[in-house]
């Protein structure tokens, strides 16, 4: 029976999309490396703690100020993950088989707070979002790495709110900006008919000339 209690305690196997963390009794403890999906043997003095390698996502709100000194909220999604070969890493900071809610609003807010205060909140809401954004995941991607081994795969601003004062100036500035645009076209457009009056009047004259 003892015998047939060890066997056992030798064979470990890990599911798909998972990565086994290795706790080693005689080797110091929770090990980098780390077993892939499949059947394994080990020593009976590993334990092993599956973590999942699929994306996982998490939606946040939270703010970030401009250089202005105004606050815009953010609603953002993420999509992360936890690379086999990082997962013995990952473990060893967070004890975990994800990250605290708590660690990662954290480092949420204050690398959108570096992004968003190169800004001021007209550009932010405008015409530099898209700019914003890709410094923004950058710097997320760096800074979740660095402290976790988190992959960063993608990151999106759901909704931006710069509340009410800036919304309505952002709104009469867009249909003060769509009157411009219809004043430019019928402003074309009369002198495209101009043009057209005065090519057909000449026209006509040629003609009048040709038939005497």
């Known amino acids: ?37 499949g059947l394994h043997v080990k020593s009976i003095f590993e334990t092993i ?17 401009t250089n202005d000194g105004q606050y815009a909220t953010f609603e953002l ?11 013995g890493k990952f473990y060893k900071i967070t004890n975990d088989s994800d990250i605290p809610t708590s660690a990662l609003n954290t480092i949420i807010k204050s690398t959108l707070q570096s992004s968003t205060i190169r800004y001021d909140i007209f550009e932010l809401l405008s015409t530099e979002l898209e700019n914003a954004r890709i ?17 960063l795969v993608d990151v999106a601003f759901d909704e931006i709110d710069g509340g009410e004062e800036v919304e309505a100036i952002l709104e009469a500035s867009a249909k003060a900006q769509q009157e411009i645009d219809i004043a430019k076209i019928t402003a074309e457009a009369n002198l495209i008919t101009k043009e057209n009056e005065a090519e057909i009047k000449k026209l006509l004259a040629d003609a009048e000339a040709y038939a005497i």
């Open 77 to 87: 999604s993420i999509i992360y993950k936890i690379k086999t070969q990082d997962a």
């Open 135 to 151: 410094e923004f995941k950058n710097a997320l991607a760096e800074s979740l790495y660095e402290n976790y081994y988190i992959t």
């Open 49 to 65: 703690t599956e973590i999942s390698t699929a994306n996982r996502s998490a939606s946040i709100v939270t703010t970030g100020q």
């Open 1 to 37: 029976l003892g015998m047939l209690l060890i066997l056992t305690g030798i064979f470990t196997r890990v599911g798909a999309n998972q990565v086994g963390i290795v706790y080693d009794e005689l080797n110091g403890g929770i090990q980098d490396e780390t077993y892939g999906e």
